[in-house]
T-cell receptor
């Protein structure tokens, strides 16, 4: 069964810092790895999707990398802003057997960026 | 463009009561999903549907039922509510389950069973 772990569980930083959020997964047979943002009382918004054959994806100040063989993904946030404050979730999409097509979520990293 | 709409946003149930959580999407997506998120935890898949008339169980289906009579709607039914079903419920949809497909989420239904 796929298990997804996110470290750290919470992070509080001053504005302007570059951040690293970590995600690990136990089954390397994945279709893709997605990063989501969740604001309090809201649903999830997809930020980046990395295919299993890709190494990284970039969108603005966000960059996500994937090392499938070691079961790791990293989300980099450059020049953080107070508006980045939210919970960031990673999800691995299963690529075989009973996990095929399903999303397996980590518990999230709760980020606070203070001015 | 409404996307995925869930109703109600909040609900309090007594133990043993039943209710239906509504979900509708206007993107003509084939795939729809129901997740629950317990405090401090990731989302877990309850049920999913690959198209009208077809549903299947996810990781945590016990205590829930679903139906998919149309492409747009995917209601989740709780029979005999229990305190363990206190959670936030999210509905999502996607065009397919392929590797490039992104799931779009509703804003959630916060349910308390007392």
């Amino acid at each position: 069964k796929q298990e997804v772990t996110q470290i750290p569980a919470a992070l509080s930083v001053p504005e302007g810092e570059n951040l690293v959020l970590n995600c690990s997964f136990t089954d390397s047979a994945i279709y893709n790895l997605q990063w989501f943002r969740q604001d309090p009382g809201k649903g999830l918004t997809s930020l980046l999707l990395i295919q299993s054959s890709q190494r990284e994806q970039t969108s603005g100040r966000l960059n996500a990398s994937l090392d499938k063989s070691s079961g790791r993904s990293t989300l980099y946030i450059a020049a953080s802003q107070p508006g980045d404050s939210a919970t960031y979730l990673c999800a691995a999409r299963g690529g075989r057997g009973s996990t095929l097509g399903r999303l397996y979520f980590g518990r999230g990293t709760q980020l606070t960026v203070w001015p | 463009n409404a996307g995925v709409t869930q109703t109600p946003k909040f609900r309090i149930l007594k133990i043993g009561q039943s209710m239906t959580l509504q979900c509708t999407q206007d993107m003509n997506h084939n795939y729809m999903y129901w997740y629950r998120q317990d405090p401090g935890m990731g989302l877990k898949l309850i049920y999913y549907s690959v198209g009208a008339g077809i549903t299947d169980k996810g990781e945590v289906p016990n205590g829930y039922n679903v139906s998919r009579s149309t492409t747009e709607d995917f209601p989740l039914r709780l029979e005999l509510a229990a305190p363990s079903q206190t959670s936030v419920y999210f509905c999502a949809s996607s065009y397919s389950a392929g590797g490039r497909d992104i799931q779009y989420f509703g804003a959630g239904t916060r349910l308390s069973v007392l």
